[in-house]
């Protein structure tokens, strides 16, 4: 009777635990969005952040031209410079041979000089010697042929005086052949100077082109760069007033999200406070039918030894005792030990859901059984390899779950059993319903 007592202690605080009321979740509510809250206030805002990105953009898009057109131009200073490197070089190549031609023109207007005095004097010559022959006449030539020592004599003096005038002659014709020679070559040299001339008066007036276009080129430079300016003082502008105007639009935006969802939140509670109040009143009709319930089943079923019964021999009882391995006294053991040969049966007390099915460094090879009803069952020190359950299986009561074995901190083969009441551990001989004539030896 003293062992029905306190299950039904046991059934009673049970009872009163579970008539608590389970704490409730906030209903979940969708967040507010723009299109939630958005006014009049709000769409002009946006309305105007849209523009001044327009305007940006446009200022962006021509920033990005005019710096395309400020490489451009940088690119056709570095064309123009080179150009002018070649073309001054080029004309100081040119004046250079213009130098060289001058100077051979000069060298041959010498020597034509020289020529022409030359031709000069042997023309002189030749009329002076016409001349005599005019003057003295005749008489001159007899003079001559009489003087004449023998006939091959005569016609040597003969032959001699057409020889003076033919070389006259020839050198005369030689010389004005060689002048004439001379005067082209002079002209063809001046002709060279006078190209040359004109292809430095080219070049320069394509330097002349050239400054035109570089002093136009800085001129659009120049120009970009002021372009630019503005428009990255513009950009600037844009930047910061979107940014304000944004800044603004957010704290609106996010004042009436906030108010919205406090609204939401406030409405998503009223309603979880009516449906906790329906079924708390659910709850209490369903409480009573179920601790009527558990009154019923309290009386037909409990926990069963979870041994053969043939095993009754108790070697240690719950509660303070000397530890049978470290010797130390005074030591709180939280079960009851029931000596068994190794390998017995081992069954569950009570039906449930496996928890815990593993090795520890004290209880070796243990099983714990949650009952669903505020209480658990432990059995420790099993058998190496006799687990027959695992974590999350449901057994019945009655069921084979291990075997006897003494893993762990053990000084020989027995179950160490546990009952747990909301964690707490309680003496397995209060609430085992039956179990056969114990023999206590500790």
């Not at 150009?83 to 034509?112: C, F, H, K, R």
């Not at 990255?232 to 800044?247: F, N, Q």
Request: aromatic residues 8%; negative net charge; contains cysteine.
């Amino acid at each position: 009777m003293k062992t029905y007592r306190r299950i039904a202690a046991v059934l009673l605080c049970l009872a009163t635990v579970l008539v608590a009321i389970p704490a409730t979740p906030a209903l979940a509510y969708s967040k507010a969005t723009y299109d939630d809250i958005k006014n009049t206030t709000t769409e002009e805002l946006k309305s105007q952040i849209d523009e001044l990105n327009a305007l940006l953009e446009e200022t962006q898009q021509n920033l990005e031209n005019a710096e395309k057109l400020q490489a451009d131009a940088a690119e056709r200073r570095q064309i123009y410079l080179t150009l002018e490197s070649v073309y001054a070089e080029t004309i100081g190549a040119m004046q250079d041979e213009l130098v060289l031609i001058n100077g051979l023109a000069s060298e041959l207007e010498a020597v034509i000089a020289k020529t022409e005095a030359e031709y000069a004097e042997e023309y002189q010559a030749f009329l002076d010697l016409i001349r005599m022959i005019y003057e003295e006449g005749t008489p001159n030539y007899v003079e001559i042929i009489i003087g004449a020592e023998s006939f091959s004599d005569m016609l040597s003096r003969i032959e001699r005086m057409r020889s003076v005038l033919g070389y006259s002659d020839t050198l005369m014709n030689k010389l004005l052949k060689q002048k004439e020679e001379l005067t082209k070559k002079r002209e063809e040299q001046l002709s060279l100077a006078a190209d040359k001339e004109a292809g430095i008066a080219a070049m320069k007036a394509k330097q002349e082109e050239l400054a035109r276009f570089e002093e136009e080129n800085e001129n659009a430079i120049s120009a970009i760069e002021n372009q630019i300016t503005e428009l990255i003082g513009k950009s600037s502008e844009y930047e910061d007033r979107t940014d304000v105007l944004d800044a603004e639009f957010q704290e609106i935006v996010t004042q009436l999200e906030k108010e919205e969802n406090e609204r939401r939140a406030a409405e998503a509670e009223r309603q979880r406070l009516a449906a906790i109040a329906a079924a708390e009143s659910r709850r209490i009709a369903e409480e009573e039918a179920r601790l009527k319930a558990i009154e019923e089943a309290s009386r037909n079923q409990g926990f069963m030894w979870p041994v053969p019964w043939t095993e009754n021999v108790i070697s240690s009882s719950y509660g303070y005792r000397t530890h049978p391995v470290s010797g130390k006294e005074n030591v709180f053991h939280y079960g009851i030990d029931i000596a068994c040969p190794r390998g017995t049966n081992i069954y569950a007390a009570k039906g449930g859901v496996v928890t815990t099915a593993t090795y520890h460094a004290s209880y070796g090879y243990y099983i714990l059984i949650n009952h669903l009803d505020g209480t658990s069952t432990l059995y420790a020190h099993c058998n190496t390899g006799s687990l027959k359950v695992k974590k999350g299986d449901t057994v019945e009561r009655g069921q084979i779950i291990a075997g006897v074995g003494t893993t762990g901190v053990s000084t020989g083969y027995h179950l160490h059993f546990e009952v747990r009441v909301n964690g707490k551990t309680v003496s397995p001989l209060d609430y085992v319903v039956n179990h056969p004539t114990l023999e206590i030896r500790d």
